[in-house]
């Protein structure tokens, strides 16, 4: 097992440290990557020492990464008073056009997962979209020479695990949300799609396109985890992770901690030739989202706030 330097989070008082010495700048706020979890989050606490490799336990709704996104959401809000949140997750890739969700006055929910406890498809996030910053998105990512559209609650853009398709902001938002700021927030959220050629450079430009909002009180998030291998549940716990997985995650923060922004770009793209990444990836859709939030911000300084294995979170400001 690797050891992390110890200048990172890995530990709540460390965490709350790191959100604490965030800068409290709602003229320019930091764009995020962060760990959003699995929807074991949410589990049942009787179920679950029943899911694979433990993540139950570290990533459950007694584990550390619960603990971490419940003590996030609240800095974000009182920071950085967002006028609006615009999220990327790893559960939704389209090929060659941006989609922007405008869900008018509240968000629906996709419940994009299977077989889980029925507890699960009851959960509640309450949310609203806002039409004009979504159309602002769009333009945004038009400028830039993409397609890019919305999409409204009439168009479907995934399987629910209740049986039927359907829109809604996918699992990757609202599992973590729900943690973060609790059953209703009074802000809108506007979900934009990843690029599935997912590719370091593609997903970076797409935070790049958006680097603008942060300057107009709107919070950027991009939701992902970096050591997701569904046929391997031991990478997801620090405890039962093989070395090369361990080699991987200390390879994600020394990039992160590179001090000269091209240097950083450098070594974020260069974590694609690890030799733990495939062992850590086998598709790179949870990956991926780290390289938009550097995008959004590339010109300043990476800042983890959580550096834990698998489920780092990280403030580029």
């Known amino acids: 097992m690797s050891s992390v330097n110890s200048s990172v989070p890995t530990t709540q008082e460390a965490w709350r440290e790191a959100l604490a010495s ?7 706020i930091p764009a995020f990557f962060f760990a959003h979890g699995s929807p074991s989050l949410a589990f049942p606490k009787d179920s679950e020492r029943r ?23 609240p800095v974000l809000l009182e920071k950085y008073k967002p006028k ?26 996709l419940y994009d997962y ?8 009851k959960l509640k996030f309450k949310s609203r ?25 009439l168009e479907s853009r995934g399987e629910d695990g209740r049986g039927f398709a359907g829109p809604g902001l996918d699992h990757g938002v609202f599992v973590p949300f729900q943690i973060m700021f609790g059953e209703e927030l009074d802000i809108p959220v506007i979900q934009v799609s990843i690029d599935s050629k997912l590719t370091p450079e593609s997903n970076w430009k797409l935070g790049q396109i958006v680097a603008s909002l942060r300057k107009e009180q709107i919070l950027v998030l991009s ?15 620090p405890q ?4 090369l997985h361990h080699s991987f995650h200390q390879a994600i923060l020394d990039a992160l901690m590179k001090p000269d922004p091209t240097s950083r770009k450098q070594a974020l793209h260069d974590l694609t030739k690890h030799q733990g990444f495939r062992a850590c990836n086998p598709r790179e859709e949870h990956f991926v989202p780290l390289y938009i939030a550097a995008g959004a911000g590339e010109d300043g300084e990476a800042k983890i706030l959580n550096g834990l294995y698998g489920i780092p979170t990280v403030a580029f400001v």
């Open 22 to 28: 965030l800068p409290a700048t709602p003229e320019n």
């Open 84 to 109: 609006a949140i615009v999220v990327f997750s790893a559960h939704w890739e389209t090929t060659g056009e941006r989609m922007v969700t405008d869900y008018g006055d509240e968000n629906p929910l």
């Open 51 to 73: 899911l694979g490799g433990g993540i139950g336990e570290y990533q459950g709704p007694e584990g550390p990464l619960a603990k971490f996104l419940k003590d996030f959401g």
């Open 223 to 237: 939701g992902g985890l970096p050591i997701h291998n569904l046929r391997d549940f031991s990478s997801f716990h």
């Open 129 to 153: 979209g806002d039409s004009a910053i979504a159309q602002k998105v769009v333009q945004l990512y038009k400028d830039a020479g993409y397609l890019a559209r919305t999409t409204n609650k």
């Open 114 to 121: 299977y077989g889980f406890p029925p507890e699960l498809y």
């Open 240 to 243: 039962s992770a093989k070395p």
